[in-house]
C-alpha cells in the first residue's frame, strides 16, 4: 500500500497499481521496488502542490530533473559526510515507473490520456531484438518510445569472478551463510528464489523417485509460491537444479548449525534468522543485503547477490557450455537475455589485440 507523505493517509489509486502488478503476477521486489518510485513521485506532487493526476509534461520533465539535483539523505544517523545524488539511470527508472502509474491512471479514467499519449512516440525499429516478430507486413516494426528520460551511458552489468566468490566463501562466519553464498553460485539462482526455497525442494539425495522426483543426482527445485518473507521466484517456470557434492555438504553443516536452534525446528524455509531475532523466522531480502554488506566488507569488495548470479552465468559460458543450457539453468525464457552474462576477461582482449597485431606484422614482412 502507498500512504500519504504527511497525514498517513492511505493513497487509493496509488495502492491499486501496486494491486494491479500483484495480480498481473510481478515479484514481490518490483512490486516494492515500484511501491517507493510511486511514493517519492506522489510525494514530490505534494510538496509542490501540484495535483498528480493532472500534470503537465514540463512538469514532469521538472521532476526529471530534480531527482538529479536533489541531495539524498545522509545515510549516518548523525548526518553529515559527502552529498550523495541519484545518476541519469536512476532518474530514468524512476520516471519510467511514474509513466506506467499514470498510463494505469489514464485506463482507469483518473488521468487525461492526453498526457499519456504526450509521454510517447512511435519510434520505427530499423534494427529487430533477438526473437522479436515484426508481423507479416512489419506492422509491429512501429512501437512506442518514451520521451521523457535522460540520454544516459550504459554502465554495464557487475559481476564477481571465481576469485573473488572464493575470497567472499572465505569471509563467512557461519554455516548458513557460507551455504548461500555457495548456493547462488553453484546454482546461478536469484536471491528471491533462495530465500523462497523450502525444505521439501532440497532433493540431495542420488535418488529422488522415494519423493516422486524423476530427477537424477542431487538437485534442488525452484517454484514460484507465496512465502512467509515476501520471497518470489521471478520466473514462472518450475525448474530443477543440480547442485554439486561440495554444496550437499555444505547443507548439511548448515542443518547441524541450524538444529542448535529450538525456534527454527518447524519452519520449513530453508535459509532462517539463527543468530538474531526473530529466530527461525524465514530470512528476508533485507536479512540477505546485511549479510552480502558485512562479507563485502571483510573481502574488501562490492557484492550483492545478484552479482554472484551473475558470475555464475559467466562461467558457464566461458567454459563453452551450450547457451540453450544456461538459459535453462537461470530460469530465463528469452535468448535475448542472455546477452548481458557475456563478460570478457583482461587476458582475452589483450590476447585478441595481440593476436591481430601479431598477423599485421607477418603480412607486413
Known sequence: MIVGADDYVLHDEGSLFLAALRNAGKAYHTERTYAGRTALYLSYCTFHRLPWAQVTVWQLARFLHWLVEEPLP??????????????????????????????FGSRMGWVDHELTDQLTEPRYLRYLPPNFN?????????????????????????????????????????ARDRFL?????????????????????????????????QEKGPHVHVRRRLNSNGAWAKSRRPRAIPVTSDLVGCYTDYLYERAAIPEAEFTEQVLVNLFRAPL???MTYSNAKDLFDRLARRADLIARPHMVRHGAAT???????????????????????????????????RAAVERADARRRELAR
Open 134 to 174: 515484426p508481423g507479416e507486413n512489419d506492422q509491429h516494426r512501429t512501437v512506442r518510445s518514451r520521451q521523457l528520460k535522460f540520454a544516459s551511458v550504459d554502465s554495464g552489468i557487475e559481476w564477481l569472478t571465481v576469485d573473488q566468490i572464493a575470497r567472499l566463501a572465505e569471509t563467512t562466519r557461519h
Open 280 to 282: 527461525g523466522r524465514a
Open 181 to 213: 553464498v555457495l548456493l547462488l553460485w553453484c546454482t546461478g539462482m536469484r536471491i528471491g528464489e533462495a530465500l523462497g526455497l523450502r525444505r521439501e525442494d532440497m532433493h540431495l539425495l542420488p535418488d529422488a523417485q522415494a519423493f516422486g522426483c
Open 315 to 349: 562461467e558457464w559460458i566461458r567454459q563453452g557450455h551450450d547457451r540453450a543450457v544456461v538459459k535453462d539453468l537461470l530460469g530465463h525464457e528469452s535468448d535475448s537475455s542472455m546477452g548481458v552474462y557475456v563478460h570478457t576477461s583482461d587476458e582475452e582482449r
Open 74 to 103: 545522509s545515510r549516518s544517523r548523525a548526518g553529515g559526510g559527502p552529498e550523495r545524488f541519484r545518476d541519469t539511470n536512476t532518474a530514468n527508472a524512476i520516471v519510467g515507473t511514474v509513466c506506467e502509474f499514470l498510463a
